[in-house]
């Protein structure tokens, strides 16, 4: 085992400094096993609609790709749905927004997907909708 520490100086009299123990096997095989943690891609969603329905995909999979996570999704707005609800990793799910009947402006929602077996993991994607107006252009006739 090897101890690393590193110091930076602002150049202003104040510095910080942090210390990571490093542990050198002799093969991959040796090292600890990789934890489960749920991946959730992207991690922020900004959506733009002009009363419509708009959609996006997201990924879920798990850091440890020896091991599948069995997760669930949950939508804090009623105008937010998801294609599925609950699978396991790795899965793409699809999120869809329906600002028809939404004036125009921003709304905030929240899409949270965790694990039906470890409480600990969980995933918080906050997703802004923004709804602009809709501007019907009719065609210019002129004489």
Do not use: C
């Amino acid at each position: 085992m090897v101890s690393v520490t590193v110091q930076a100086d602002d150049g202003q009299g104040g510095s910080a400094s942090e210390s990571v123990t490093v542990t050198v096997v002799a093969t991959p095989d040796d090292l600890p096993p990789t934890p489960d943690a749920l991946l959730v891609a992207p991690h922020v969603i900004t959506l733009y609609s002009a009363g419509g329905l708009v959609t996006t995909t997201l990924g879920i999979d798990n850091q440890n790709p020896l091991h599948d996570i069995i997760w669930q999704a949950t939508v804090d707005q009623p105008w937010l749905s998801l294609n599925i609800s609950a699978g396991t990793t790795f899965t793409a799910i699809t999120l869809q927004a329906n600002a028809a009947g939404l004036a125009p402006g921003t709304y905030q929602a929240t899409l949270t997907i965790s694990s039906t077996e470890n409480s600990s993991l969980e995933v918080v994607v906050p997703l802004t909708l923004i709804v602009e107006p809709y501007i019907n252009y009719l065609p210019a006739v002129t004489r």
